[in-house]
């Protein structure tokens, strides 16, 4: 007698992914003719230890990846890093370790990590952003950038970090805070790098449009940060000096009741009307000064709204009346004209504004009975009716706002604009470990890149860290070169790129990862592209997930990838993994770790247990109760199934079982129920696998206990489910399912397998309806087992009076039978 055996899950874990590397089943060929399928999570960063927070991502993507890969897909899943960035630096800087042995050493700590979790990547695709065959395409994308102008250098205020030490692109400042540090974010005139990503404003927004499989939050999120507004732009003229003022607005309707101009202090006209209003001058400095590193949130959102006349008058081109130009806090000069008209009767922040210094206020919009008039409580922000307004009194706001732009275009004082409220993507950072920025600066030529065959402009080694600027810039080995278009002295941009440069196109880099001419092949990338399934946080809303599909415009744009100029059809954003009622996170101490994890309780525990716990896009507690169960439920899956492979190999798949009897009957359900969830899990996208695994966990209990019953050894149906187990296991368990079908006797890993078709036939409840009719006439509905023979289904109709009451003294002459539908019994 065979003893138990149990199920030694540590040895099974490591022995699968050994083999599993050894025979290379995940590695995605360019050349298979089915049809492909591209399942990403976003690049990590490594940053060193992971956690069973981060398994919880993971999981889901190889959950998906082996599920389609099951499904019949060619599935391409690769893995890489996000290498660049400000940890590695800051170690550099705390500790003296050079920040790519820290990177490097981290990336292989996590590389073994996720292998430990089971996951199913094509590693023969992996690479880091650090490495010099990757990073050299980022100076070429930058350098084919600075060619077509969209990417260029100006001199601007820009959000600097004071303890990152670099400025920052709009994106990354939230609240007027470091995205990373959270430090308050202080404004600087530098000149530095952009990209020019508001020339793709209007495809950015359009387009998300029809990313209809991505969350409509996310897509809420990057259409208000884009914040497209049509209005009007226009000039009014400064009397007595010669300058104009354009202002943009989207109510040109209120234009009658302007009663001043709000101006950023460093709006050009400035200077020079305080040559004509010298008295001015020492007021406007002043006020200007105080404003000095002040952030954008605290000018427009935290601070008084306040400023100080300039003395000098604006005339409105339509009124002709002349109101006073003050200077203020409120408006900046890199956004917009810099300039706007204060309308204080139709504008809350113009009323406030008004209030606070005297300003007059002009009512020029009544609600639609005309009965709302001055003096105004509050600011009517409302469409209305027009009054005061000259020739455009009576009309209604919108079609005023037509005549009044048709107007101003006329006189050529002005046309409709479309205005956007992002900014150009800024992309310099003044530190060392990034993306080395390929454009030199010579007297003779000025900006100049570096040739092609010159890339990479690579990172020096042995950089001084002392965390006192920037290190590139302090090296004057690294600066002082020569220029490569007239050979003279030349210097290097002593900046790196912006580490989301690197993250913006690397997934179209796995395609082709080992191309050392072209950033990537154009048809290999084209069959592979898009992106079919993304998953990450909500995070990155509008930093990565905006400039990724900027980036992936401009690909497509230069004819370097063809196809949807989308990188990514759909999104999925993984709910978080809490940790006693918190976020886990190694700030908050509340860590659980994937080696200790795994050591423990097995890795297809820790994966059932994070699919099962919760909907993916939920967030989910940890438990130590939850992944106990887990465990319990391997072991039980191994004692119910295992000492039955060596009898059910024989059974086939191909067709439903002999079901001797309703216990039977559910037990071949409960496996197709569960077939069934695991594939419209996936073809909705909705990926709910928690559903599935319960589905698992319901039929393991019917499988344990027929498992117990005397003859289950030779019972069709329970062989038949014990053969099917390791099928409908694998995207969730995959190191138990391939160690029971190599107990079946297979030779060839599980996870290759077609995932099986749930058959209807299984799956039907426990009683249809049979109608049955007596001469063609219904008699009786009755209940039966699906699948019910004809004979059987004679007997039951029998037993019903109305029907025996009809075939009464006759004599049945014929039986009509529609297996699972009627019964006819012609009797004469
Ligand atoms: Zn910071
Ligand atoms: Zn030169």
Redo the contacts with the bound molecule.
């Keep these: 007698m065979p003893e138990d055996r149990p199920y030694d899950f540590r040895a099974v874990e490591r022995t699968w992914q050994q083999r599993w590397e050894e025979k290379r089943i995940y590695v995605a060929r360019d050349d298979d003719p089915r049809p492909k399928y591209y399942v990403l999570e976003m690049l990590p960063y490594p940053s060193g230890d992971l956690h069973v927070g981060h398994a919880k991502n993971y999981t889901l993507g190889d959950a998906i990846a082996r599920m389609q890969r099951m499904r019949g897909y060619n599935v391409i899943h690769p893995m890489g890093w996000d290498a660049f960035g400000l940890p590695a630096e800051n170690a550099a800087i705390q500790r003296g370790i050079d920040p790519e042995t820290w990177t490097r050493s981290n990336i292989e700590n996590m590389r073994r990590q996720i292998r430990l979790m089971g996951t199913s990547y094509d590693w023969t695709r992996e690479f880091a952003t650090c490495d010099p065959s990757y990073y050299r395409w980022n100076q070429w994308f930058f350098t084919r950038m600075f060619e077509k102008g969209l990417a260029y250098k100006r001199e601007a205020p820009v959000n600097w970090c004071p303890v990152d030490r670099t400025v920052l692109a709009n994106e990354q400042v939230e609240n007027g805070k470091c995205w990373r540090c959270g430090a308050d974010v202080e404004r600087r005139n530098l000149a530095q790098w952009n990209f020019k990503i508001t020339d793709y404003a209007d495809r950015l927004l359009r387009d998300l449009d029809r990313l209809d499989g991505w969350p409509e939050r996310i897509r809420t999120m990057q259409r208000n940060w884009i914040g497209r507004s049509e209005g009007v732009t226009f000039a009014f003229d400064v009397e007595n000096v010669d300058a104009a003022i354009d202002v943009f607005t989207t109510r040109v309707d209120t234009v009658f009741g302007a009663t001043f101009l709000a101006v950023a202090p460093e709006h050009p006209a400035v200077a020079k009307i305080l040559e004509r209003m010298p008295k001015s001058r020492r007021r406007v400095e002043e006020f200007a000064a105080s404003l000095r590193g002040k952030g954008e949130l605290e000018r427009t959102q935290l601070m008084e709204k306040t400023g100080v006349p300039t003395g000098a008058y604006a005339i409105n081109p339509l009124s002709r009346e002349r109101v006073p130009i003050w200077v203020t806090n409120y408006v900046l000069a890199e956004y917009g004209t810099g300039a706007v008209m204060g309308v204080p009767a139709h504008d809350a922040r113009d009323f406030a504004f008004a209030k606070k210094h005297a300003l007059s206020i002009a009512q020029v919009i009544t609600n639609a009975d005309g009965s709302l008039r001055a003096p105004l409580a509050d600011a009517y922000e409302d469409d209305g009716k027009l009054i005061a307004s000259g020739e455009y009194t009576g009309m209604k706001s919108a079609p005023a706002r037509r005549a009044i732009a048709a107007r101003l275009e006329a006189m050529g004082r002005g046309k409709t604009t479309v205005n956007y409220r992002f900014r150009d993507w800024l992309v310099s950072r003044q530190r060392y470990w990034g993306t080395p920025i390929p454009i030199?600066s010579?007297?003779?030529?000025?900006l100049?890149p570096v040739p092609d065959d010159q890339l990479p402009v690579l990172l020096p080694k042995g950089v001084a860290f002392t965390g006192q600027g920037s290190p590139l810039a302090n090296d004057p080995a690294f600066v002082d070169t020569?220029?490569?278009?007239?050979?003279?002295p030349?210097t290097r941009d002593p900046d790196t790129m912006d580490t989301f440069v690197d993250s913006s196109w690397y997934f179209v880099r796995y395609l082709d990862p080992h191309n050392a001419h072209l950033p990537f092949g154009r048809d290999v990338a084209s069959r592979w592209m898009p992106v079919d399934q993304y998953i990450g946080g909500a995070e990155h809303a509008v930093m990565h997930l905006l400039y990724a599909r900027f980036f992936y415009k401009f690909l497509v744009d230069e004819g370097w990838v063809e196809g949807d100029d989308e990188p990514f059809t759909r999104l999925f954003n993984q709910g978080t993994l809490l940790y006693g009622g918190e976020k886990m996170s190694k700030s908050r101490g509340n860590v659980v770790g994937i080696d200790e994890t795994v050591e423990k309780h097995g890795v297809d525990a820790m994966r059932l247990f994070l699919l099962k716990a919760a909907p993916p896009e939920d967030a989910l507690e940890w438990t130590d109760e939850g992944i106990v169960g887990r465990v319990r439920f391997v072991q039980r899956v191994w004692r119910a199934a295992e000492p039955l492979t060596r009898a059910a190999r024989s059974v086939p798949l191909e067709r439903l079982p002999e079901m001797r009897g309703e216990r039977q009957r559910e037990l071949v359900r409960a496996l197709h129920v569960a077939l069934d969830s695991g594939k419209s899990e996936t073809e909705t996208r909705r990926f709910h696998y928690n559903v599935t695994t319960a589905k698992l966990d319901e039929l393991v209990n019917l499988l344990a206990a027929a498992a117990r019953e005397p003859d289950a050894a030779s019972d069709p149906a329970v062989l038949y489910v014990v053969h099917a187990l390791p099928i409908v296991l694998a995207p969730f368990a995959p190191h138990l399912a391939d160690e029971l079908w190599a107990a079946l006797g297979y030779e060839r890993s599980v996870h290759l397998e077609r995932w099986l078709e749930p058959d209807p036939a299984a799956l039907a409840t426990d009683e249809i309806t049979l109608v049955v009719q007596v001469n063609g006439k219904v008699r009786a509905r009755i209940a039966v087992a699906p699948g019910i023979g004809e004979d059987a289904a004679f007997a039951l109709a029998m037993e019903h009076a109305t029907v025996t009451a009809q075939i009464d003294g006759k004599q049945v002459r014929k039986r009509i039978f529609v297996p699972d539908k009627l019964l006819n019994i012609v009797a004469a």
């Design positions: 030199v010579c007297e003779n030529d000025g100049v020569t220029c490569p278009r007239c050979g003279g030349a």
